[in-house]
């Protein structure tokens, strides 16, 4: 009886895919390797009874060299073997190099079926596999999918039944890829193709300089998109629709609530010149939902979509090729800058995505790292929306104050945490044109997860303020603080509130700081100031379960170190 | 090794762990190569091994010991 199926496979196989179109479960897919760094779990119903699905971070073998792997072999090992089942996806297209560990975990005497997914793919690159002969070699059942579209899958559910236990014998590696040679010989045949535009331009992004030239052009263009996809959906709809229609609503309800009420402080705030200012009043029904929906959710979605084009268009290994160099200095390698891109999105995918580096110390400084000198998405749409009205300069102002600290940092780390940092050795897939319908889904579910996590939480803190700010039980604090705020940073003591907000959500700090009619060079020092800290609580939970409490606390501490030093810093140096 | 230019894998000499990994990425001996492209003088090196195609680091690059056809 199976209680349990396992997705085993390669990294970028697309068993997320699969995953999803058994379970009916929503997952992000990307086309690079290691997308998925947690295991999913979803239920599928074959006939009455429901079966767990088991999707599992990609493997090129069970003897794991990376965490995400390790999970996979301990997974198998603890099963009882006749109560699962394990779906071996395989990249049609290179069926050779997957069939290595279908052919591990055949002898570690697992009950596999193979899914020969990609037969799209497949049929593009002139690669044809005799299903009925690897089944016959092999004698395990062997389907053809192309979970994408979703074909095949039908069959793929029908033949989980046949799945038995076909021991194989234990080999060693040059025996087994010998075995393999021998299979591929039977059941692949090749139709020669020349080489197409695509190829040429997988060629030309892994050279030195049509490389970095295509990748400047890339990140140029992606930056470019963002912002002006943002900034139409803000002037374009958000805020027509804030100012036109709710608007109105809040003026009614104002009168009605007794302008110096606790009720009124609370839900509408102050009136700026007697009127509503969703920027500025500081109210749970008007500029709390005015940061999250018409300053940062704008950016959020422009951001993810284009991010969300760049992964499954597979650039980012490429971009990790030609960052090798440079990330060695700072103590990482290429690969890293696939969790920092997911970093500028939002801090906790980002270190998640670090669980695909290999050793610890690689771990620490790439999650410090992300978590002091990469802003996220909330956070830089608000700087945008404090700074954007004075000249451009300050704005990218604050990227370069980023930058900078960011490659001080990760050199100065680089040469003091202990351990080692290993090289790159990483699969670079093919250029892919992106599914629409994986885009789609992908963009949603990204969107999903900023608006249930985040909306709740910049109520909660708006509410906080507003309670703690209407008792003046800030007071005391704000005095303990201010000779640092003040002498060290040049801003005034209201800031202390907003600073302090700053550990819990980024977004509602920023917003703090718009009523406190600061001078530019203030904002600017208090945007760089709160950019360096820890973007929000959420960040803080995820960077103690990765990499636990010692290191939290030493990146803790290495972060009010780099704020204190950057903003005393700017406030000699900027007149 | 050139761009463009086939080689054979004569030896790795890397730990056990690496080796694994190699072997499971279809990096062993007697395997046919083919050498895409490098970044920079120390920089990672592209390869294309059966139909995939790896990035290596310098220094991982450096263990293997290839025999170049001409």
Request: charged letters at 20%; one cysteine or more.
């Amino acid at each position: 009886m199976i209680k349990k199926i396992f997705l085993v496979g390669n990294p970028n196989v697309g068993k997320s895919v699969v995953f999803s179109r058994l379970t009916g479960v929503q997952v992000i897919s990307s086309n690079y390797a290691g997308t998925t760094v947690e295991i999913m779990r979803g239920f599928l119903k074959l006939g009455d009874q429901e079966i767990e699905v088991i999707d599992l971070p990609g493997t090129y073998s069970l003897e794991p060299s990376s965490k995400a792997e390790e999970v996979v072999g301990s997974l198998l090992n603890e099963s009882t073997k006749n109560e699962i089942a394990v779906i071996n996806i395989v990249d049609t297209t290179n069926l050779e190099r997957n069939l290595y560990l279908t052919l591990q975990l055949l002898e570690a005497g697992l009950p596999v079926m193979i899914c020969l997914n990609m037969c799209d793919e497949a049929k593009h690159h002139g690669v044809t596999i005799d299903i009925a002969g690897l089944e016959k070699i092999l004698g395990i059942p062997v389907v053809s999918t192309c979970a994408v579209t979703g074909s095949g899958i039908k069959t793929l559910v029908e033949k989980i039944k046949e799945i038995k236990i076909k021991p194989r014998d234990k080999s060693s590696h040059r025996d087994r890829w010998q075995a393999i040679g021998e299979i591929i010989e039977q059941v692949q045949r090749l139709t020669h193709r020349h080489h197409n535009l695509r190829e040429l331009l997988e060629d030309a992004s892994v050279r030195p300089f049509s490389g970095a030239f295509i990748a400047i052009g890339v990140m140029f263009a992606s930056f470019e998109i963002v912002r002006f996809i943002g900034e139409s959906l803000i002037s374009r709809i958000a805020d027509p629709i804030f100012l036109n229609f709710y608007q109105p609503l809040l003026i009614k309800l104002s009168p009605l609530l007794g302008e110096e009420s606790f009720f009124h402080h609370l839900l509408i705030g102050d009136l700026i010149n007697g009127k509503i200012d969703f920027k500025q009043s500081l109210g749970l029904l008007t500029t709390a939902p005015y940061i999250e929906f018409a300053m940062v959710l704008p950016y959020i979605i422009s951001f993810y979509l284009v991010l969300g084009l760049l992964e499954d268009i597979g650039i980012l290994p490429r971009l990790a090729m030609l960052l090798d160099n440079l990330l060695h200095r700072i103590g990482l390698h290429g690969f890293a800058i696939i969790p920092v891109l997911l970093g500028l999105g939002c801090n906790v995918p980002g270190i998640l995505a670090t669980r695909n580096l290999e050793s610890r110390r690689e771990r620490f400084i790439a999650a410090t790292l992300i978590s002091i000198g990469i802003p996220c998405v909330a956070l830089q749409a608000m700087i945008l929306g404090l700074l954007g009205g004075y000249s451009g300069f300050y704005v990218s102002g604050v990227y370069l104050v980023l930058l900078v600290i960011w490659v001080v940092l990760g050199v100065i780390l680089n040469h003091t945490v202990k351990g080692y940092s290993p090289e790159l050795l990483v699969e670079i897939p093919p250029y892919r044109l992106p599914s629409l319908s994986t885009l789609w889904k992908k963009l949603f579910l990204r969107i999903k997860g900023f608006v249930i996590e985040a909306a709740p939480l910049v109520l909660l803190g708006v509410l906080i303020i507003n309670v703690l700010l209407y008792f003046k039980l800030f007071d005391l604090f704000t005095a303990l603080f201010a000779p640092v705020i003040k002498g060290l940073f040049g801003l005034p003591k209201e800031a202390v509130v907003a600073l302090v907000m700053g550990l819990f959500r980024k977004d509602v700090a920023v917003g703090m700081l718009m009523p406190l009619a600061l001078s530019v060079k203030q904002l600017f020092i208090a945007a760089v100031l709160l950019a360096v800290s820890f973007p929000c609580a959420a960040t803080f939970v995820v960077f103690f379960k990765e990499l636990g409490f010692k290191d939290l606390l030493k990146a803790t501490l290495i972060m009010v170190a780099v704020a204190l030093i950057t903003g005393s810093l700017l406030n000699l140096v900027i007149r | 090794m050139k761009e463009k230019q086939k080689g054979t894998v004569l030896d790795i000499s890397a730990g056990l762990a690496l080796q694994n990994k190699f072997m499971s990425m279809g990096i062993y001996k007697g395997r046919e190569i083919t050498k895409i492209s490098h970044i920079g003088l120390k920089g990672p090196v592209a390869i294309k091994v059966g139909r995939s195609v790896l990035v290596l680091g310098h220094g991982v690059a450096n263990k293997i010991v290839i025999e170049s056809h001409d």
